[in-house]
């Protein structure tokens, strides 16, 4: 008993990093939902190429993107440059074009050499590592700029940091960051585990800490960036969004006369 008392805190802390099972999720095709929404609309109704989301993430998809989509309806907004990581089996790519519309510039990006098949010239997928910063480099070059990117590539924790520290920084002012799949970061196989530093969750937690550095002195990675350069982290389960927009030191004001 001793014994236990002694190695049940490490015990513990072995099972919440290891975490549930991968295998505990797998996806069901036989699950029908009529959810509502322009993205379940597209996504139940997908006829084209394999795609593979979680039910829960369509409405999500509906509540950041519909206001771009709308501007871009309007023609308030020319174009919007968006990247997806992970293209799979190029399902996501075809609904994304149809979400955002003609006028959408949609590249997608895959370290699996068969994706290039799914290359076109209306949604050019570039072949390479998330982790490779002068690949990623090229393709923002190629694309002329990003507005949105979409990380559902590997969901190992260091590809997702390193990504973020990339590109993040390349987003255009107004731009959204949307790392996809988060609760990888609970996962041992993914780099991940409960609380684990270093993976996307605690990453983000760290992003909040950093736009209050405002009000404190605490050192901490990204507390510029965060400080001046993100206005709003939205969480979601599995999915964080980080939109940029340059921000200056807070201010106060009084008014009324008594």
């Not at 509906?62 to 919007?80: A, E, W, Y």
């Not at 290039?116 to 997928?125: N, W």
Request: charged content about 25%; aromatic content about 12%; proline content about 3%.
């Amino acid at each position: 008993m001793k014994i236990w008392l002694k190695v049940r805190p490490y015990a513990l802390r072995v099972y919440y990093l290891l975490g549930r099972r991968p295998s505990d999720f797998e996806a069901d095709s036989s699950i029908n939902f009529d959810g509502e929404g322009e993205f379940s609309h597209l996504f139940f109704n997908h006829d084209g190429r394999t795609v593979d989301k979680w039910h829960h993430y369509l409405p999500i998809y509906d509540q950041i993107f519909i206001p771009v989509r709308q501007k871009l309806i309007s023609g308030d907004l020319k174009t919007v440059r968006f990247l997806e990581i992970g293209v799979w089996k190029g399902g996501s790519l075809e609904i994304w074009r149809k979400f955002f519309g003609k006028n959408a510039i949609i590249h997608g990006i895959d370290r699996d050499l068969k994706c290039a098949s799914l290359s076109t010239e209306d949604l050019p997928v570039h072949i390479g590592s998330q982790s490779d910063t002068s690949f990623l480099t090229d393709v923002v070059e190629k694309i002329g700029g990003i507005d949105i990117v979409i990380d559902d590539g590997s969901h190992q924790a260091r590809h997702q940091r390193k990504t973020f520290d990339h590109l993040f920084p390349k987003l255009s002012d107004g731009g959204l960051y949307v790392i996809e799949d988060t609760h990888t970061s609970y996962w041992w196989a993914y780099g991940g585990g409960f609380r684990r530093p270093g993976t996307a969750i605690e990453m983000a937690k760290g992003l909040v800490d950093g736009m209050h550095s405002w009000y404190h002195r605490a050192p901490m990675k990204r507390k510029s960036l965060a400080k001046h350069e993100i206005s709003t982290i939205h969480f979601f389960d599995s999915i964080v969004v980080i939109e940029k927009k340059h921000r200056e030191r807070p201010v106060r004001s009084l008014r009324g006369s008594e």
